[in-house]
């Protein structure tokens, strides 16, 4: 049985750009680079506050994993090691509203012959603060 996947979890005003950030890696824990994947990245967003939570109320297919997915670990501020993946959602391509949580969920596919073909989801959970005056 394999384990249930991370949800990264975040808080965020309503407007500007979201940048989701994690570190990819396989199951023995060796971190993956642009070959370990194939095609396009898929995201979608999920209104779990919505009246169809099941439903996305985004989704866009045609994001370059060469645009998303680093070769080499990042620095950033969640500990020493780093990460190697940054998708981002712009508040033109959807407008979260306040008070609401999504989920936001990036698929990337595996390169065939790779350790552990298919799909990668890589989950992010957002919790969107009112931005009162705006």
């Given at each position: 049985m394999s384990p249930e996947p991370r949800v990264w979890r975040n808080r965020t005003s309503e407007s500007g750009t979201r940048y989701h950030r994690a570190r990819l890696v396989d199951r023995d824990g060796s971190v993956l680079d642009q070959s370990s994947f194939t095609g396009t990245i898929t995201a979608?967003?999920?209104?779990l506050d919505g009246e169809t939570p099941e439903t996305a109320v985004y989704s866009n297919a045609s994001n370059l994993i060469s645009s998303w997915v680093?070769?080499?670990?990042?620095?950033?501020?969640?500990?020493?090691d780093g990460y190697n993946f940054e998708?981002?959602?712009?508040?033109?391509?959807?407008?979260?509203?306040?008070?609401?949580?999504y989920r936001v969920c990036f698929y990337l596919n595996r390169a065939s012959g790779t350790p552990?073909?298919?799909?990668?989801?890589v989950l992010f959970e957002n919790k969107v603060e009112w931005q009162l005056g705006a």
């Open positions: 979608k967003i999920f209104d680093f070769n080499s670990l990042q620095t950033w501020e969640d500990d020493e998708g981002y959602i712009t508040s033109n391509q959807y407008a979260y509203e306040g008070g609401h949580s552990g073909d298919g799909a990668l989801a």
